[in-house]
């Protein structure tokens, strides 16, 4: 029963909501106070609309009934909002003007009387609406606003009226401060005097009138005594605006409004709205007539007079459309008026821009069912009268010059230059400022434009040209001419030095350049170079390609002062030579290595000698403590000093690339063995495996190592746990035992997992040598375990195919093997 109240409550609810949609559907609620706009859909709107024109409603008696049945300012603005865009949007709704004549359905989509094909497309004959002359003017409601200014002095004209409030100040020999309202009569109480009427008058005239008045009532006027008459509140004026606007309607405006004010608060005349024949209807005549051209070209108001009460402003569809576009500065579509001509158009769009063609216009004019071209030509822009529809493009001017040529190349300015009569090649290189040094006089080239704007070129002798009048060229329209430069003959010149200089690389090449010039250039020699035995290497140009023998490069060797002080050496440096520097024999930088751990000095330590040993640098060290784990003891070398190389003289970042790559190919091997917990600390790649123990047991011998720059010396704790990692059921740390196998420890790991390659398992040792597993027939030997060590079991290779297959085929393998071995056995016998 109470699932039963529970839906018909919501089937309540939800026919309610269908009931309220459908009746607003048809007019305004009852009860507006909480009305919300925006919660209704516009075919809502629009049947609301459609209902008021049924009704014959206008939109100012469709806005009074909104606000009489509670609907608030702000609501009231928003709806007055939407209901004219679902005008605009749909021209099948006919607005209702404020005198209650429905106007004819019209599309008002981008601003014309445009048509629509079957697909809704507008067809007419501007394809941009919005560019309309003066439609920004009001398009703009944030930057544009012709509200009155209230704070201003009261003009002398302004017509006093009901609701108007006077402040009349009496001062002195007598004073009194009075504040009255006009009463819809049109009179004034004055108190202690009377009443009068000032409806109808201007200011000044009442101001006259109220003095009149108390003079009359025994006030000194003139005599001693002053009277100022001030407007207080200003009172509201109803305005009617209609016709072709954005927002028509009836509209409540102060009463020192003015027509522009009027025309801003109703947007402006829409797409279809003439600009420039706005009328001003007072009583049934029209007091006034509005040109916005005249105001938006040359800031005119003249024509912009104030409003007075149940004033009209009428906007007319527009007469006549033209649209102007091209190099104009104010491209657009203009109205036009009778008597106006194509330059009045011109005026209009702010002239020609700076690379307009103004010598003829293009017009694309309406001709009956069809379109026509027509030039109209400079002389006739003051007399063509623009026609219906005109469309008018001015050109861009050409991109071309009819009195230009180019020079570039080896001459003092090159560019663009002015083709003279009887400008030659040589008269245009000194009005270049002249050939420059560096110029090659043995060839030069014009490039020609040809008559059908293909292209030539010509070639001259630039010495002769300069020397030689009949050899010299006159020049026509166009032509480019180039001079090379030496340099641009051959590849830039360049040294390079390398070896113990401060800043090793190229150098531009200079004549009669010094070995010791480069070394300056370089930032001098580097600590520990050689002056006295630099090679210098240079290009050879006679090779004997059929030999093998054959020199590829001459080599010299140059002794230079040490202190680079200027010595007369006559050997100078060629382009692209190649001098090294070396380093002086016998000089050394500081080696030093690290010993850590379990020795009684640990820390830093410099190589004495070239062959100083492990033993003697755990001696250095002041020997092993009493807990130090001989056989653990390890020796860290990074890769330069396993190749033997001195790392302060090797590419150390290649080296690191290369180390970081073979640890990521690692990685790659056993990305699925490797668990998260296992860090990479486990490819023990720079670690050298030494047996301490033995070392020194037996100093001095093959074992002990001579150490290298930055090695590092480690030696451990006695270790208590062995490590099992890689493919076991449960990798973890296990407490050592002398008694304990290989397989012992991987069983208190779990014991080998399904996918366990358990021939391939192998020990890593705390000294970093690795032991891998022996096999011995079908038995498996696995290393010797011990303290601090590592078991690590890899992962089978995944398989590769059925293996009763790869039996089945090593058997008939096999078996044909026999056969064979058995005829051949068979033939012999």
């Not at 981008?110 to 003017?137: C, E, M, P, V, W």
């Not at 004010?261 to 049934?284: M, T, V, W, Y």
């Not at 720059?709 to 449960?730: A, F, S």
């Not at 973890?732 to 069983?747: C, D, E, I, P």
């Amino acid at each position: 029963m109470n699932k039963f109240r529970i839906y018909l409550s919501i089937l309540v609810v939800v026919f309610s909501l269908i009931l309220s949609s459908s009746v607003f559907a048809q007019s305004l609620p009852q009860n507006m106070s909480s009305f919300n706009v925006d919660d209704y859909s516009d075919a809502q709107l629009k049947a609301v609309l459609q209902n008021a024109q049924s009704q014959g409603l206008n939109d100012s008696q469709l806005m009074q009934m909104a606000q009489s049945r509670g609907l608030p300012a702000s609501q009231a603005q928003r709806l007055q909002s939407r209901l004219a865009d679902i005008r605009r949007k749909d021209g099948s709704v006919s607005a209702v003007d404020t005198t209650g004549n429905t106007q004819s359905s019209r599309k008002l989509s981008n601003g014309d009387n445009n048509n629509q094909d079957s697909q809704g497309n507008t067809t007419g004959l501007f394809s941009d609406r919005s560019r309309i002359f003066g439609a920004s003017l009001f398009r703009n409601s944030k930057a544009n606003t012709f509200q009155p200014n209230l704070k201003l002095a009261t003009p002398v004209n302004y017509i006093v009226g009901p609701d108007d409030k006077l402040h009349i100040n009496v001062y002195g020999n007598s004073v009194a401060n009075w504040q009255l309202t006009v009463t819809p009569e049109g009179n004034i109480n004055i108190p202690g005097v009377g009443i009068l009427n000032v409806a109808g008058k201007t200011i000044e005239q009442a101001t006259v009138a109220i003095k009149s008045k108390l003079a009359a009532n025994n006030y000194a006027v003139d005599r001693g005594t002053s009277v100022q008459v001030s407007l207080g509140d200003i009172r509201t004026i109803n305005v009617i605006l209609q016709g072709e606007l954005m927002k028509p309607g009836t509209y409540s405006l102060s009463s020192l409004s003015t027509a522009f004010d009027a025309l801003f608060a109703a947007g402006g005349p829409n797409d279809i709205g003439s600009f420039r024949k706005i009328e001003i209807i007072r009583n049934n005549k029209v007091v006034s007539k509005l040109d916005l051209y005249d105001f938006i070209v040359n800031g005119s108001r003249k024509s912009n007079i104030v409003l007075r009460d149940q004033d009209i402003i009428h906007v007319p569809p527009y007469g006549i459309h033209v649209e102007l576009k091209g190099e104009v500065k104010v491209p657009a579509i203009f109205e036009t008026l009778p008597g106006e001509k194509l330059q009045d158009i011109l005026d209009y769009s702010g002239g020609f821009t700076d690379q307009a063609y103004t010598e003829r216009i293009k017009v694309d004019q309406v001709n009956g069912q069809q379109h026509r071209f027509k030039d109209i030509g400079e002389n006739d822009y003051k007399n063509y009268t623009p026609l219906r529809g005109d469309k008018y493009t001015v050109s861009k001017i050409l991109d071309r010059y009819e009195n230009r040529v180019i020079i570039d190349g080896a001459v003092f300015r090159p560019g663009e230059f002015e083709l003279q009569d009887g400008l030659s090649v040589s008269k245009l290189i000194k009005n270049a400022g002249g050939l420059r040094e560096d110029a090659f006089t043995g060839r030069g080239s014009i490039i020609r434009l040809n008559a059908d704007n293909t292209i030539q070129q010509l070639s001259f002798n630039v010495q002769d040209v300069m020397s030689n009048p009949s050899a010299d060229i006159v020049l026509q329209r166009e032509d480019s001419i180039s001079i090379t430069s030496v340099f641009d003959l051959h590849d830039r010149y360049k040294v390079t030095i390398k070896g113990q200089v401060r800043r090793a690389g190229d150098f531009a090449y200079a004549d009669s350049m010094k070995v010791a010039d480069l070394i300056l250039k370089a930032g001098g020699f580097a600590e520990g170079a050689s002056a006295r035995r630099i090679e210098v290497s240079r290009r050879v140009f006679d090779s004997d390609p059929s030999q093998k023998n054959s020199r590829v490069a001459q080599v010299y060797s140059v002794n230079v002062d040490a202190n680079l002080k200027f010595e007369d050496i006559n050997f100078s440096l060629k382009p692209f030579d190649i001098v090294s520097v070396y380093t002086l024999p016998g000089y050394e930088t500081q080696k030093v290595v690290k010993v850590e751990g379990e020795v009684i000095f640990p820390g830093y330590y410099t190589i004495e000698k070239k062959n100083e040993k492990v033993s003697d640098l755990v001696k250095r060290a002041g020997g092993l403590t009493r807990s130090a784990d001989i056989e653990g003891g390890s020796l860290k070398r990074d890769n330069a000093a396993v190749l033997g190389v001195d790392k302060t003289k090797v590419d150390t970042i290649t080296l690191s690339k290369e180390r970081a790559e073979r640890i990521r190919r690692l990685q790659r091997s056993f990305k699925d063995t490797l668990s998260s917990s296992v860090d990479t600390s486990q490819f023990r790649n720079n670690y050298v495996g030494i047996d301490l123990k033995k070392i020194l047991a037996h100093p001095g011998e093959g074992d002990d190592l001579i150490l290298e720059n930055g090695d590092v010396l480690r030696i451990p704790k006695e270790q208590q746990t062995v490590r099992v990692n890689g493919e076991v059921l449960y990798p973890s740390a296990v407490v050592y035992s002398s008694g304990k196998t290989f397989k012992g420890y991987v069983l208190n790991a779990g014991g080998f997992s399904p996918s366990a390659l358990k021939r391939a398992a192998y020990v890593v040792y705390t000294n970093g040598t690795v032991k891998g597993t022996n096999k011995f027939l079908f038995f498996n030997i696995h290393p010797k375990v011990k303290p601090g060590s590592e078991i690590f079991v890899p992962k089978k290779l995944p398989g590769r195919g059925d293996t009763g297959q790869l039996i089945l085929g090593y058997t008939t393998g096999l078996a044909s093997l026999g056969a064979i071995i058995l005829g051949i056995l068979s033939l012999r016998k």
